[in-house]
């Protein structure tokens, strides 16, 4: 039943703007269950203060030169200051603490093998506390890097232990975020096996923490009564906190979206994937009583396409979809309900009543992601290739942001603008070209015929390859090994991939991407009740259509601000100051014409 426009300001409606109205990053609500049991003193005391200052030395100041210069990523001026030590006059603090720095140094050049080396040696009880506590940071550090999540996480409760109270907020945050990169099968076989009880704790709640909203508001004070004074209690991670509060529930929304026009493809995926989820939900008793489907191609405007729907009751807007029209409805200041747009925009949104949260699949969120990835698999000198015009110069953007402040170096950039500069642009950022060229001097030079094979640069180590369509990728992948760069490393973004088996994608071999859970097999019931519903091209849009309403069925979550964590279709999600929905896309890598998880 449509709500009428005289009902649409209800009480529950109003407390859903008022939600959303409330600052980012506010304080969530206090924890009543936690601290109420005798078993309080099960878990360490985490509110001690404790002393991680690093012990006297009389080479501090050659220490601390070697720790700025490092800052800075300059690890040949640190290797120097620590030669010129004098070995005879070290402490053993000294040693472990040059150790400390030396595995920080291997780190910066590349070489993880020697730095966990280092810092697994440090791993000693009678190690220094503040050496100690440094050494385990920068130890999960490299641990997350290397994607072994879970190993991080258990590392970070031993750290927390230790860390003085203004640490604690920022060692939480990320111990969380290492749970939730964590797959459910590793989560579910360290439950089977966990004695120290903050430990379980922490994969207990981990293991609740994507259920519905209805299964949320009881599983948590449960979690709660089970694991009173636990350091995850209070407040909850991830936006957990604000699950607790009574359910506010929009009684209709309405999902605008364009369905006759150009866009249309696209919108009806988006749709499929939402209504999807939603009957999903609503099949369990946790869904809004009322979906309105407006096609947005039927008005003149988005302004007045989010006006209609708003007249017919609508207490949330999902949508609009193309670029455009989130930018025009974003610089309106008299939106009167909450809107998960369906695109990110650059330009700043006009302030409003009410919240306008941007949810995308922008591909500048894999740039950085690749960036991450093969800097923590030990690349540190890159070549990217990338197609010209404005994709490609987003796409490069974004990773070069990334990869340079991570400490990588780009060796050289080019762009090419077709297939017919494919082989060509490889050469050039191969150097293929240079050592052609020294050949014809030396021959010209010595008036003979040489043998002769041509060599790549050496200082690369690294391969960005930043391909908009799986045609380019495939077309430029072999090229690589053709000009004598088969062994290099080779990272890509999703759109390298057709979302379906493809016999052609052989010529992906070896190639790594970051790509939507929902094509790595997340959800599957979710995706089965959507088949033969579109074509392949447009299933990542199911997949965004589905995070769509698991973002409207948690947007109190959102409150967390940057805190906000959620595990979805898409990516894990979280939230930036403008409001905009980041992903992080897990792993996988072409074996043969196979895409599989890594």
């Given at each position: 039943?449509?709500?009428?426009?005289?009902?649409?300001?209800?009480?529950a409606?109003?407390?859903?703007?008022?939600?959303?109205?409330?600052?980012?990053?506010?304080?969530?609500?206090?924890?009543?269950?936690?601290?109420?049991?005798?078993?309080?003193?099960?878990?360490?005391?985490?509110?001690?203060?404790?002393?991680?200052?690093?012990?006297?030395?009389?080479?501090?100041?050659?220490?601390?030169?070697?720790d700025?210069?490092?800052?800075?990523?300059?690890?040949?001026?640190?290797?120097?200051?620590?030669?010129?030590?004098?070995?005879?006059?070290?402490?053993?603090?000294?040693?472990?603490?040059?150790?400390?720095?030396?595995?920080?140094?291997?780190?910066?050049?590349?070489?993880?093998?020697?730095?966990?080396?280092?810092?697994?040696?440090?791993?000693?009880?009678?190690?220094?506390l503040?050496?100690?506590?440094?050494?385990?940071?920068?130890?999960?550090?490299?641990?997350?890097?290397?994607?072994a999540?879970?190993?991080?996480?258990?590392?970070?409760?031993?750290?927390?232990?230790?860390?003085?109270?203004?640490?604690?907020?920022?060692?939480?945050?990320?111990?969380?975020?290492?749970?939730?990169?964590?797959?459910?099968?590793?989560?579910?076989?360290?439950?089977?096996?966990?004695?120290?009880?903050?430990?379980?704790?922490?994969?207990?709640?981990?293991?609740?923490?994507?259920?519905?909203?209805?299964?949320?508001?009881?599983?948590?004070?449960?979690?709660q009564?089970?694991?009173?004074?636990?350091?995850?209690?209070?407040?909850?991670?991830?936006?957990?906190?604000?699950?607790?509060?009574?359910?506010?529930?929009?009684?209709?929304?309405?999902?605008?979206?364009?369905?006759?026009?150009?866009?249309?493809?696209a919108?009806?995926?988006?749709?499929?994937?939402?209504?999807?989820?939603?009957?999903?939900?609503?099949?369990?008793?946790?869904?809004?009583?009322?979906?309105?489907?407006?096609?947005?191609?039927?008005?003149?405007?988005?302004?007045?396409?989010?006006?209609?729907?708003?007249?017919?009751?609508?207490?949330?807007?999902?949508?609009?979809?193309?670029?455009?029209?989130v930018?025009?409805?974003?610089?309106?200041?008299?939106?009167?309900?909450?809107?998960?747009?369906?695109?990110?925009?650059?330009?700043?949104?006009?302030?409003s009543?009410?919240?306008?949260?941007?949810?995308?699949l922008?591909?500048?969120?894999?740039?950085?992601?690749?960036?991450?990835?093969?800097?923590?698999?030990?690349?540190?000198?890159?070549?990217?290739?990338?197609?010209?015009?404005?994709?490609?110069?987003?796409?490069?953007?974004?990773?070069?942001?990334?990869?340079?402040a991570?400490?990588?170096?780009?060796?050289?950039?080019?762009?090419?603008?077709?297939?017919?500069?494919?082989?060509?642009?490889?050469?050039?950022?191969?150097?293929?070209?240079?050592?052609?060229?020294?050949?014809?001097?030396?021959?010209?030079?010595?008036?003979?015929?040489?043998?002769?094979?041509?060599?790549?640069?050496?200082?690369?180590?690294?391969?960005?390859?930043?391909?908009?369509?799986?045609?380019?990728?495939?077309?430029?992948?072999?090229?690589?090994?053709?000009?004598?760069?088969?062994?290099?490393?080779?990272?890509?973004?999703?759109?390298?991939?057709?979302?379906?088996?493809?016999?052609?994608?052989?010529?992906?071999?070896?190639?790594?991407?970051?790509?939507?859970?929902?094509?790595?097999?997340?959800?599957?019931?979710?995706?089965?009740?959507?088949?033969?519903?579109?074509s392949?091209?447009?299933?990542?849009?199911?997949a965004?259509?589905a995070?769509?309403?698991?973002?409207?069925?948690?947007?109190?979550?959102?409150?967390?601000?940057?805190d906000?964590?959620?595990?979805?279709?898409?990516?894990?999600?979280?939230?930036?100051?403008?409001?905009?929905?980041?992903?992080?896309?897990?792993?996988?890598?072409?074996?043969?014409?196979?895409?599989?998880?890594?």
């Amino acid at each position: 039943m449509t709500v009428k426009q005289s009902q649409f300001l209800h009480p529950a409606a109003l407390a859903l703007i008022a939600l959303l109205l409330q600052g980012c990053g506010s304080v969530p609500p206090q924890d009543k269950s936690a601290g109420t049991s005798t078993t309080q003193s099960t878990f360490k005391n985490q509110t001690s203060e404790t002393n991680v200052q690093l012990p006297p030395s009389q080479f501090h100041p050659q220490f601390a030169e070697a720790d700025e210069a490092l800052r800075q990523l300059d690890w040949m001026t640190a290797s120097t200051v620590l030669a010129l030590l004098d070995e005879e006059a070290l402490t053993r603090n000294d040693r472990d603490y040059r150790d400390y720095l030396l595995a920080r140094i291997d780190y910066v050049r590349g070489d993880q093998v020697q730095a966990s080396t280092r810092l697994k040696a440090l791993d000693r009880p009678e190690v220094a506390l503040g050496i100690a506590y440094r050494s385990y940071n920068f130890q999960r550090h490299l641990l997350s890097l290397q994607r072994a999540y879970l190993d991080s996480a258990r590392l970070g409760v031993r750290i927390m232990e230790i860390a003085p109270a203004k640490d604690l907020p920022g060692l939480k945050r990320s111990l969380w975020h290492d749970l939730q990169r964590s797959p459910e099968s590793e989560i579910a076989q360290a439950r089977s096996s966990a004695a120290d009880p903050t430990w379980l704790g922490w994969l207990e709640l981990a293991n609740i923490a994507n259920d519905n909203a209805t299964t949320l508001r009881t599983a948590l004070p449960r979690w709660q009564i089970n694991y009173p004074g636990h350091p995850a209690a209070s407040p909850l991670p991830g936006g957990l906190e604000y699950m607790l509060e009574p359910a506010v529930t929009p009684q209709q929304v309405a999902l605008v979206l364009p369905l006759s026009g150009r866009l249309a493809p696209a919108g009806k995926a988006i749709r499929d994937g939402y209504l999807a989820h939603y009957f999903t939900a609503r099949n369990k008793g946790d869904a809004p009583t009322e979906i309105k489907v407006i096609d947005s191609d039927l008005y003149g405007s988005a302004t007045e396409a989010y006006t209609v729907a708003v007249q017919q009751g609508a207490q949330l807007v999902v949508g609009p979809l193309s670029k455009a029209s989130v930018a025009e409805l974003a610089k309106q200041t008299n939106r009167v309900v909450p809107t998960i747009a369906l695109n990110r925009i650059d330009q700043p949104v006009a302030t409003s009543a009410t919240a306008l949260v941007q949810l995308s699949l922008a591909p500048a969120d894999e740039a950085r992601q690749l960036a991450r990835l093969a800097f923590g698999d030990g690349g540190r000198r890159a070549l990217v290739l990338r197609p010209a015009g404005r994709w490609g110069d987003e796409m490069e953007s974004a990773l070069d942001e990334q990869w340079r402040a991570l400490g990588g170096t780009t060796t050289q950039v080019i762009s090419y603008t077709g297939k017919d500069d494919y082989s060509s642009s490889v050469k050039s950022g191969l150097g293929i070209e240079a050592s052609e060229q020294r050949r014809r001097k030396l021959r010209d030079m010595l008036a003979i015929n040489l043998e002769f094979t041509p060599r790549r640069r050496a200082d690369l180590d690294t391969v960005f390859m930043l391909s908009r369509t799986p045609e380019e990728a495939r077309a430029i992948k072999p090229l690589l090994a053709f000009h004598y760069a088969g062994a290099l490393p080779v990272y890509a973004s999703s759109s390298a991939y057709g979302a379906r088996d493809d016999s052609r994608n052989q010529d992906l071999n070896g190639t790594t991407i970051v790509e939507l859970p929902w094509l790595l097999g997340s959800n599957p019931a979710l995706q089965q009740s959507l088949v033969g519903a579109n074509s392949d091209y447009y299933t990542r849009l199911n997949a965004l259509g589905a995070d769509a309403y698991l973002l409207q069925s948690r947007l109190v979550q959102l409150q967390a601000g940057p805190d906000a964590l959620i595990r979805g279709d898409t990516g894990l999600l979280t939230m930036n100051s403008q409001l905009q929905i980041v992903r992080e896309l897990p792993p996988a890598r072409f074996d043969g014409d196979r895409l599989k998880s890594l």
